[in-house]
């Protein structure tokens, strides 16, 4: 018999070692997030997956599925939390979406969208975080990252090379280049390397292709984030 | 929406640092205006060129975040005189594309601008006491003022400028959904 768990109510089936959100994405339940990707370990950093686990706060990336379970998800509670936490996100950063290669293209937009976030609600940062734009055929905009570390993840467990990494701690905790200049261009990252791929936000993108795809044309144009992920199951 | 009542509601409207582009996108309301205006009448507003808001605004919509002393003082009117304010677009929410001189110190701008440029006439800052005064950074509204509504959008598209106006004169909280939400 398979086990299941009780996800807002409705039964979710799940194998042993999956997480809350493995199984919720693969029976088309969507929740949150911007720091899981199915592809790599979670990092448990975003805490935007936040669910309540019977009564308790957890991150539903790192959380191991357990039969009998009750967990809640799309509560009015804890989308208003996630929503501050999204708001956070916008502030810290410099997010001009109007001048944003990857609007319509952006996880953080999309799931901003998603929880009804009409405004950044918090003082803004506005920081100094000046662009790499050394690579011919990479640029790297720091004013948009969001710490996910996706592109640590995928540089080192699937290129095998360490491009990047997170440095400092707390809200000094910013993205690094590994070079000795700390420049893209003196790194071998490749076109083709799943870090150049991987970034939900704005950050790393390839030179001379921002608008091929227009904007009204985009991913999350076409159907909002939470239909778009639960039909990917991603 | 309900039958028109016999009281219309007071609109003001500005643009503060804004392009106008949120003004231009009402205007794309096109000949729904005139169902509008069965409910609302305009007060200060680009629209009319009333140059004070009345004390008695029920509504008033601002455009462009606050990049000088002027804007602080328009909007702080605004706050005074109107019930209901609401934020709207890009630079009204988030200070949009002039807040992108944030990271620049306002001297270096100036000089660039009117000093170092390739192309201008060498020439001085301007500084007539009638010009107000350029802030360190440019701002978001809600920074400033209380802000009831936030309308997002660079700018929103008419259609949800009147989903949102609709909803609100029909007392509901006002909702956009997917295709009329909008960051850019
Ligand atoms: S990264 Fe996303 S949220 Fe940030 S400016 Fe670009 S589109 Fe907007
Ligand atoms: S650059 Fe992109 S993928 Fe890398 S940590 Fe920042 S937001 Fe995440
Ligand atoms: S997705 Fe779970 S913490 Fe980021």
């Known amino acids: ?234 | 929406m309900d039958a028109p009542g016999k009281k219309k509601l007071k609109v003001a409207t500005t643009s503060l640092a804004g392009c106008f582009g949120c003004h231009m996108s009402f205007l794309d309301i096109d000949e729904r205006l005139f169902t509008l205006l069965d409910y609302i009448e305009f007060d200060r507003s680009p629209l009319t060129d009333i140059k004070e808001v009345s004390p008695d605004c029920d509504l008033g919509i601002i455009e462009g975040g606050l990049c000088n002393a002027e804007n602080v003082h328009v909007l702080r009117e605004f706050r005074k005189n109107c019930k209901v304010l609401v934020a709207i677009g890009a630079c009204a929410v988030n200070g949009g594309l002039p807040a992108q001189r944030n990271h620049l110190p306002l001297s270096t701008i100036l000089e660039e601008v009117y000093h170092t440029s390739p192309g201008l006439a060498n020439g001085l800052i301007p500084n007539d006491p009638e010009l107000p005064l350029p802030l360190n950074k440019v701002h978001p509204i809600h920074e400033v003022v209380k802000i009831d509504y936030f309308l997002p959008g660079c700018p929103p598209s008419g259609d949800a400028i009147w989903k949102f106006l609709t909803d609100l004169l029909a007392g509901r909280e006002p909702e956009l959904g997917h295709g009329l939400m909008h960051y850019d």
């Open chain 1, 1 to 234: 018999m398979t086990q299941t768990f009780t996800l807002d109510g409705k039964a979710i089936p799940f194998a042993d070692g999956q997480t809350i959100i493995q199984a919720a994405l693969a029976a088309g339940v969507f929740i949150p997030h911007l720091c899981y990707h199915p592809e790599f370990k979670p990092h448990g950093s975003c805490k935007l997956c936040t669910v309540k686990v019977n009564g308790r706060q957890t991150a539903s990336c790192t959380m191991r599925a357990a039969a009998g379970m009750q967990v809640e998800s799309n509560t009015e509670e804890i989308n208003a939390e996630r929503r501050a936490l999204t708001q956070m996100l916008f502030v810290e950063g410099n997010h001009f979406c109007p001048s944003c290669e990857k609007s319509g293209d952006c996880q953080l937009q999309a799931t901003a969208y998603h929880l009804g976030m009409m405004s950044p609600h918090f003082d803004h940062f506005f920081p100094n975080r000046p662009v790499d734009a050394s690579h011919p055929e990479l640029l790297l905009d720091f004013n948009r990252c969001i710490l996910c570390s996706l592109c640590v993840r995928a540089s080192r467990d699937v290129d095998g090379k360490n491009v990047f990494a997170l440095s400092g701690r707390g809200i000094k905790t910013h993205l690094i280049v590994n070079a000795k200049s700390g420049r893209l261009a003196d790194t071998d990252i490749a076109l083709g390397d799943k870090a150049v791929q991987v970034c939900p936000v704005g950050v790393i993108l390839r030179k001379r292709t921002g608008f091929a795809v227009p904007i009204g044309e985009r991913t999350y144009d076409k159907a909002p984030i939470a239909e778009t992920v639960a039909q990917e199951g991603t």
